[in-house]
């Protein structure tokens, strides 16, 4: 019988260990993470007018999210038909060349043939009275036999790549057309939704018309999300840790999360007596956000005021927020290197123009981004 080496049965016994950390880990964020929504669920229950529209303001914006997210995979999926159409159809125009150019190869090869008659060995042996001469002539013209039939049987071949051809030309066409079809469809339910956000939002701003009505939601957001982060801080503390390269060693070398001008920075007032814990930095709707540093998700989800928020443990009790996205590309539990994108900028969470709201966060303490990014984005 065959003996399995320790090592290996140590290194496979290291593997599963790790891997159920893993799992309990992504199990444990999952968790906290279903508590934060089922709060969120039971605040929307309330009976204020409110309430009511910012639920349907959530629902407005997920859904939004979603034919978003569907529209950017039929996009690549037209992308991909358009460039494998384009390729068919290229194939299909040298194919047409290469028949045209054989066919008046074999043209002339029967006129030839034809000229010489169909005896042309019998021909040859009666006009040659040197021997030598007769034996070369007759191996040239098994040659030039040889050299026909190859030029007849690549003609076949091009002739039945072509029927191939026009007919996955024709599958190919139909695919984008269904496809197209499919993204105009989306197209329409997005203009919709946008437009009902829209109504919402107008209704929303209506109702909070005093200063003091402003500043009570702003408090209320804040609290939110402070109680969100106080959350996951307690179920992070036991989690495998996050960061390759410790966190305040790449101070001031990390990428900034998105492109655009910052148009709210760290501590400038927000309202009253309220400042701004981050930076909020205009955006392209659909643009990139990417992570700052490697770590892990520990939060993926809609969170009221803040839109569909991603929040990263960088290990060291150092935590990165993204807001206001536009949908979101990696999932709680999930790694994530530096400058990988996790989400795409947009207007969720109530806004009326794109941005995104950025933090970092040290055991619960904000910190100015400033310090800790690059200059510009490269």
Request: aromatic share 6%.
């Given at each position: 019988?065959r003996?399995?080496?320790?090592?290996?049965?140590?290194?496979?016994s290291?593997?599963?260990?790790?891997?159920?950390?893993?799992?309990?880990d992504?199990?444990?964020?999952?968790?906290?993470?279903?508590?934060?929504?089922e709060?969120?669920?039971?605040?929307?229950?309330?009976?204020?007018a409110?309430?009511?529209?910012?639920?349907?303001l959530?629902?407005?914006?997920?859904?939004?999210?979603?034919?978003?997210?569907?529209?950017?995979v039929?996009?690549?999926?037209?992308?991909?038909?358009?460039?494998?159409?384009?390729?068919?159809?290229?194939?299909?125009?040298?194919?047409e060349?290469h028949?045209?150019?054989?066919?008046?190869?074999?043209?002339?090869?029967?006129?030839?043939?034809?000229?010489?008659?169909?005896?042309?060995?019998?021909?040859?042996?009666?006009?040659?009275?040197?021997?030598?001469q007769?034996?070369?002539?007759?191996?040239?013209?098994?040659?030039?036999?040889?050299?026909?039939?190859?030029?007849?049987?690549?003609?076949?071949?091009?002739?039945?790549?072509?029927v191939?051809?026009?007919?996955?030309?024709?599958?190919?066409?139909?695919?984008?057309?269904?496809?197209?079809?499919?993204?105009?469809?989306?197209?329409?339910?997005?203009?919709?939704?946008?437009?009902?956000?829209?109504?919402?939002?107008?209704s929303?701003?209506?109702?909070?018309?005093?200063?003091?009505?402003?500043?009570?939601?702003?408090?209320?957001?804040?609290?939110?999300?402070?109680?969100?982060?106080?959350?996951?801080?307690?179920?992070?503390r036991?989690?495998?840790?996050?960061?390759?390269?410790?966190?305040?060693?790449?101070?001031?070398?990390?990428?900034?999360?998105?492109?655009?001008k910052?148009?709210?920075?760290?501590?400038?007032?927000?309202?009253?007596n309220?400042?701004?814990?981050?930076?909020?930095?205009?955006?392209?709707?659909?643009d990139?956000?990417?992570?700052?540093?490697?770590?892990r998700?520990?939060?993926?989800?809609?969170?009221?005021g803040?839109?569909?928020?991603?929040?990263?443990?960088?290990?060291?009790?150092?935590?990165?927020?993204?807001?206001?996205?536009?949908?979101?590309?990696?999932?709680?539990?999930?790694?994530?290197?530096?400058?990988?994108?996790?989400?795409?900028?947009?207007?969720?969470?109530?806004?009326?123009?794109?941005?995104?709201?950025?933090?970092?966060?040290?055991?619960?303490?904000?910190?100015?981004?400033?310090?800790?990014?690059?200059?510009?984005?490269?």
């Amino acid at each position: 019988m065959r003996r399995i080496p320790l090592t290996l049965l140590l290194a496979c016994s290291v593997l599963n260990f790790c891997l159920a950390d893993e799992r309990e880990d992504r199990q444990r964020l999952q968790q906290v993470q279903k508590g934060i929504a089922e709060l969120q669920e039971k605040l929307a229950n309330t009976s204020s007018a409110r309430d009511h529209l910012l639920s349907e303001l959530r629902a407005r914006e997920m859904s939004l999210a979603r034919l978003q997210s569907d529209i950017s995979v039929l996009e690549k999926k037209l992308a991909d038909q358009n460039d494998r159409l384009a390729s068919l159809e290229q194939r299909g125009q040298e194919l047409e060349s290469h028949r045209e150019q054989q066919s008046a190869r074999i043209r002339a090869e029967i006129t030839a043939a034809y000229r010489l008659g169909r005896e042309e060995p019998v021909k040859l042996l009666l006009n040659q009275d040197d021997p030598e001469q007769l034996a070369r002539q007759l191996r040239y013209y098994q040659y030039f036999l040889e050299a026909r039939g190859k030029k007849l049987e690549q003609y076949r071949v091009t002739l039945a790549e072509l029927v191939e051809i026009k007919a996955a030309l024709s599958s190919q066409r139909q695919k984008v057309l269904d496809t197209r079809d499919q993204y105009d469809v989306q197209l329409t339910d997005l203009a919709t939704e946008q437009e009902k956000r829209q109504l919402l939002l107008a209704s929303m701003d209506r109702q909070l018309g005093t200063d003091k009505q402003r500043l009570a939601e702003f408090n209320a957001e804040s609290k939110r999300l402070e109680d969100v982060i106080a959350a996951l801080e307690k179920a992070i503390r036991d989690l495998n840790s996050a960061a390759s390269e410790p966190f305040p060693k790449l101070k001031g070398k990390m990428v900034r999360p998105a492109t655009g001008k910052v148009i709210k920075a760290f501590g400038s007032r927000r309202a009253a007596n309220l400042k701004w814990l981050g930076w909020l930095i205009q955006t392209r709707e659909g643009d990139p956000v990417v992570a700052i540093h490697h770590g892990r998700v520990v939060f993926s989800d809609y969170l009221r005021g803040q839109g569909l928020l991603m929040i990263i443990d960088h290990g060291g009790g150092y935590l990165s927020l993204y807001a206001h996205n536009q949908n979101l590309l990696k999932e709680t539990g999930d790694w994530v290197q530096a400058g990988e994108a996790i989400a795409r900028a947009g207007v969720s969470g109530g806004l009326d123009q794109s941005a995104l709201y950025f933090e970092i966060r040290h055991n619960g303490k904000p910190l100015d981004p400033g310090p800790w990014l690059v200059r510009s984005r490269k």
